[in-house]
């Protein structure tokens, strides 16, 4: 299985001062507005990508082209001919990413990578970190960038993979860097001689809101026979009440912050997803079954019935409440 495991994982270092370790799934960005900028984030982060294990993808744009990209990390990253002669990192450009087709088609980028995750995961690789800066020429809008930001996201959260993407300052108005920081869990951005990290304050907030109405509910909410669950839009699990053990097997520590999806049988993952997509777009879904994972390894039949939690006039979590068909039949 490529995408995040069952249980969890040890934290991923970044190598860059001032962020510390990231959980796989994470996705987020650098403002930048030098090569030199770019360097001093992207160099450490791959060479501690590369000493641990991990497949690692650099899409380097100007101003940092990849003959340049390729001798910085050589300089720092002892070895780093045996890690290129093994194919464990790959610095490619635009053209050879985005554009193999001649034209830009983001669902065939996607694809790709995909498979680039897939196939590291058999080479014995411990997962696949990506990074790429947005200075391409080819794109006329940037809105066709941000729109694959945030296709991306969907990817990155469901596999072994952490993602940086790099947007240069200079390029950007006041109102596409706010669009930026929305696509990442957070942003870096220089401040004198160093890196800070600004955290999606707009997320922070929402899960801040969440967790006290979950305080507020919570002695009805756990009590409930049914199972109750929320997903973030990222289609991560952010709640799970007591009858979710009863149910599966499994504890909600397992489960809480993880994707969905692993727990979903693959054939009933389709309709899964189309239903969330229809209460993420502000439409009623009737209720449902699908089979979910227990500890066991067996499948549990549920009837899954899903709403749109809604925060400011948008979309800001899936509350769903699942029973057992089974028990339902009986009564």
Excluded at 21 to 38: A, C, M, N, R, V
Excluded at 67 to 73: F, H, M, P, Q, Y
Excluded at 144 to 160: L, T
Excluded at 189 to 203: D, F, L, Q, Y
């Amino acid at each position: 299985m490529t995408e995040v495991g069952l249980k969890d994982t040890p934290l991923r270092k970044t190598g860059i001062k001032g962020v510390g370790d990231i959980p796989w799934g994470t996705h987020f960005s650098q403002f930048y507005h030098t090569k030199e900028d770019l360097k001093e984030i992207f160099v450490p982060y791959f060479k501690a990508g590369l000493e641990n294990n991990e497949y690692c993808l650099w899409i380097s744009s100007s101003p940092l082209d990849s003959k340049e990209a390729a001798e910085s990390l050589g300089k720092i990253l002892q070895g780093y001919d045996q890690y290129t002669a093994k194919e464990q990192i790959k610095i490619v450009t635009p053209d050879e990413w985005y554009f193999k087709e001649g034209v830009f088609n983001q669902d065939n980028v996607l694809i790709h990578m995909i498979r680039e995750i897939n196939q590291a995961m058999v080479k014995g690789y411990e997962g696949m970190r990506i990074a790429g800066n947005s200075n391409w020429p080819e794109i006329r809008s940037i809105k066709q960038a941000f729109d694959y930001e945030a296709a991306m996201n969907n990817i990155v959260h469901k596999y072994r993979m952490v993602a940086l993407c790099a947007y240069s300052l200079d390029a950007c108005e006041i109102e596409e860097a706010v669009k930026v920081a929305s696509n990442h869990e957070f942003v870096l951005i220089r401040k004198g001689e160093n890196w800070a990290v600004i955290e999606n304050s707009v997320r922070k907030n929402i899960y801040n809101d969440i967790c006290q109405l979950s305080e507020k509910y919570k002695s009805m909410i756990e009590s409930a026979r049914d199972g109750i669950f929320a997903i973030s839009t990222d289609l991560n699990f952010i709640y799970l009440n007591p009858p979710f053990e009863l149910l599966t097997g499994w504890m909600r520590s397992e489960w809480i912050n993880r994707p969905f999806v692993p727990i979903v049988h693959p054939d009933d993952l389709p309709e899964a997803m189309n239903m969330i997509q229809n209460v993420l777009n502000g439409q009623k879904t009737p209720i449902f079954e699908l089979r979910i994972l227990a500890r066991s390894g067996a499948y549990v039949r549920v009837e899954i019935k899903l709403s749109p939690q809604i925060y400011d006039g948008m979309v800001i979590s899936i509350l769903g409440i699942g029973r057992e068909i089974e028990e339902t039949k009986q009564t």
